[in-house]
């Protein structure tokens, strides 16, 4: 169902989430029935649901939805693609931009679900390393191009609020298929995303 809005939220997960969230509030020490208090509990449970959501989603019927004949055999690139996950470690939040690059071989995919399939991995418990990995596998085999390419450029709310406190530092993980693993072509594309 790779085009629910998710409006409804699951009345069982979200009550036994509430319930849990209200105990570990009391456990923070917190009054639970302190006025801006009293429906945090079923909203953050609503909000982890809607975070997590791409584990209901299907990645590889996203991009069959919009696969094209086409002859065009250059390089396509989306860069800059907001990105927005949650840190499997912490559960904390890491954010920032993904790159993905592909060279078609026979067939093309709709520009605008190249985003959806990001999102689709990053609404999941996540490290970037695996993110980036699942992208890059999920066209490769799927679209079956003949390379590709993605880049992630992520800060990470566990390292900027707690731990070492590095306000600045930014993790940048990268993978290659198929053609992407000639240096040249890399490097075409580390140059038109800016890097
Ligand atoms: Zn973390």
């Known amino acids: 169902m ?3 809005s998710f ?5 069982k997960v979200t009550d036994d989430v509430k319930n849990r969230y209200e105990s ?3 456990d923070l020490g917190e009054d639970t029935q302190r006025e801006g208090l009293v429906k ?3 909203r953050a449970a609503k909000a982890m649901q809607f975070l997590t959501q ?3 989603q299907d990645p590889v019927e996203i991009l069959k939805t919009a696969m094209f004949k ?3 055999n250059e390089m396509v690139i989306v860069k800059d693609i907001e990105l927005y996950s949650l840190c499997e470690h912490h559960i904390l939040p890491f954010f920032g931009k993904a790159h993905i690059a592909y060279i078609p071989d026979g067939q093309i995919v709709g520009l605008s679900k190249l985003p959806r399939i990001v999102d689709v991995f990053a609404r999941r418990l996540q490290v970037q390393e695996r993110l980036t990995e699942q992208i890059l596998d999920c066209i490769n085999d799927t679209l079956k191009p003949q390379g590709v390419a993605v880049v992630i450029e992520a800060s990470h709310m566990c390292m900027m609020m707690r731990g070492v406190q590095k306000q600045n530092s930014i993790t940048t993980t990268s993978g290659f298929r198929g053609q992407f693993e ?5 490097n075409e594309f ?4 800016g890097k």
């Not at 409006?7 to 009345?11: A, C, D, I, L």
């Not at 000639?182 to 890399?186: A, F, H, L, N, S």
């Open 190 to 193: 580390l140059k038109l995303i």
């Open 2 to 4: 790779p085009y629910k």
């Open 7 to 11: 409006e409804e939220y699951n009345m």
């Open 70 to 72: 086409e002859s065009y």
């Open 182 to 186: 000639k240096i040249e072509t890399r």
């Open 54 to 56: 791409g584990y209901d």
């Open 40 to 42: 945090t509990p079923e």
């Open 24 to 26: 570990i509030i009391k």
